[in-house]
């Protein structure tokens, strides 16, 4: 059984810097495409960041050159380091497994595992 279990959210003012953590069981990081959303209050689920089996990593625009997605292919986890954050950075952050075929945001929901998510939140 495939499992992903989030680490490292919390509570942040504005500025500072958290990192995620996401270990998975039942399934290596590669050759998968692994990947972070995050749903704020009031919004639909967003991609974050993602990594596919070659290393190439893609962002949303709202988080590029802050946000670094990175994986241990040893330790099997997968990471966020999120700098600079923002009030507006403030969401439940999801890890998600999936085939590097689906590697997209409209195919994730389909074929994707995901984890129970970490809350993240940022004051101004």
């Known amino acids: 059984q495939v499992q992903l279990l989030e680490s490292g959210g919390g509570s942040v003012q504005a500025g500072g810097s958290l990192r995620l953590a996401c270990v998975v069981s039942?399934?290596?990081?590669?050759?998968?495409?692994m990947a972070w959303h995050r749903r704020a209050p009031g919004k639909e689920r967003e991609g974050v960041a993602s990594?596919?089996?070659?290393?190439?990593?893609t962002y949303a625009d709202s988080v590029k050159g802050r946000f670094t997605i990175s994986e241990d292919v040893a330790k099997n986890t997968l990471s966020l380091q999120m700098n600079s954050l923002e009030a507006e950075d403030t969401a439940m952050y999801y890890c998600?497994?999936?085939?590097?075929?689906?590697?997209?945001?409209?195919?994730?929901?389909?074929?994707?595992?995901w984890g129970r998510g970490t809350q993240v939140t940022v004051s101004s």
């Open positions: 998600v497994s999936v085939p590097s075929r689906y590697c997209s945001d409209r195919f994730v929901n389909q074929f994707g595992t």
């Open positions: 039942g399934r290596r990081v590669r050759p998968y495409c």
């Open positions: 990594i596919n089996s070659d290393g190439y990593t």
